[in-house]
T-cell receptor
Framework: SAVISQKPSRDICQRGTSLTIQCQVDSQVTMMFWYRQQPGQSLTLIATANQGSEATYESGFVIDKFPISRPNLTFSTLTVSNMSPEDSSIYLC??????????????FGPGTRLTVL | QQQVKQSPQSLIVQKGGISIINCAYENTAFDYFPWYQQFPGKGPALLIAIRPDVSEKKEGRFTISFNKSAKQFSLHIMDSQPGDSATYFCAATNTGNQFYFGTGTSLTVIP
């Protein structure tokens, strides 16, 4: 399985500011995913990030609010822009692993706990 | 529309008991059903997974039971231990598509 790290692990931010979360994987992966997990809730997919193409956003999430970069096969960033207290959440990066072309599981990073005041 | 429905929301079990968490799905195209375990402050970690060509998969104290006709699958934790106290998520997907997660079950194992 892939080893995934995220930075920062947690942050407390002021309303109206932006935070960029980094995700680093120890192996090359085609697809990377960004999820949001609000307190006590399930995981909600924000977007899928493929290297060399624009990220694909799920309903309810837009690029202006959550811009994503995917400069290479081992790294991605998610920016939470113009933050409000409603953005307080855990943000998780994940990748698919296993045999290419098969249905593979997703492996998750440790998450970034964001609190917006 | 919730693609995967999970129950119960919370569960309290005595040490040594059996913990059972249930999930149901609607999309018959789903072909991969993983369970994730999440401890506070950590990301979800893959625990065990099953594909629909088998009805049961066992790994140590953890067993997935899969009922294709009923479109249900469940996680059984045998001889539950306090260290199993965590939140468990079921999920479902089909090849190359989005993972759909259940709403999670908070398990507490009492010593």
């Amino acid at each position: 399985s892939a080893v995934i790290s995220q930075k920062p692990s947690r942050d407390i931010c002021q309303r109206g500011t932006s935070l960029t979360i980094q995700c680093q994987v120890d192996s090359q992966v085609t697809m990377m995913f960004w999820y949001r997990q609000q307190p006590g809730q399930s995981l909600t997919l924000i977007a899928t990030a493929n290297q060399g193409s624009e990220a694909t956003y799920e309903s309810g999430f837009v690029i202006d609010k959550f811009p994503i970069s995917r400069p290479n096969l081992t790294f991605s960033t998610l920016t939470v822009s113009n933050m409000s207290p409603e953005d307080s959440s855990i943000y998780l990066c994940s990748v698919e692993g296993g045999v290419k072309g098969a249905t593979d599981t997703q492996y998750f990073g440790p998450g970034t706990r964001l609190t917006v005041l | 529309q919730q693609q995967v429905k999970q129950s119960p929301q919370s569960l309290i079990v005595q040490k040594g008991g059996i913990s059972i968490i249930n999930c149901a799905y609607e999309n018959t195209a789903f072909d991969y059903f993983p369970w994730y375990q999440q401890f506070p402050g950590k990301g979800p970690a893959l625990l065990i997974a099953i594909r629909p060509d088998v009805s049961e998969k066992k790994e140590g104290r953890f067993t997935i039971s899969f009922n294709k006709s009923a479109k249900q699958f469940s996680l059984h934790i045998m001889d539950s231990q306090p260290g199993d106290s965590a939140t468990y998520f079921c999920a479902a997907t089909n090849t190359g598509n989005q993972f759909y997660f259940g709403t999670g079950t908070s398990l507490t194992v009492i010593p």
